[in-house]
């Protein structure tokens, strides 16, 4: 039986790439020996909004502007 939306294939592959660019851990996140998550520079490194982000918030700290900080 022929597929009766032939572009669902190609719709769900933009979804799974759109997911990814939006949050690069989602499909298989870094662990430890241990099994644990690793969270470091690489989550930031992984993904450009968050590298934008990291960029932004030195420069707001630095101007005194209310962030959280970790």
């Known amino acids: 039986m022929a597929n009766p939306n032939p572009g669902a294939s ?24 241990n099994g644990d998550w690793l969270i470091d520079e690489g989550c930031v490194e992984a993904c450009g909004k968050m590298v934008l982000l990291d960029r932004m918030l030195k420069i707001l700290r630095k101007n005194g502007n209310k962030v959280f900080r970790v």
């Open 10 to 33: 190609m719709d769900n592959t933009m979804m799974q790439m759109r997911k990814a660019c939006n949050h690069p851990y989602l499909f298989e996140a870094p662990v430890d020996g």
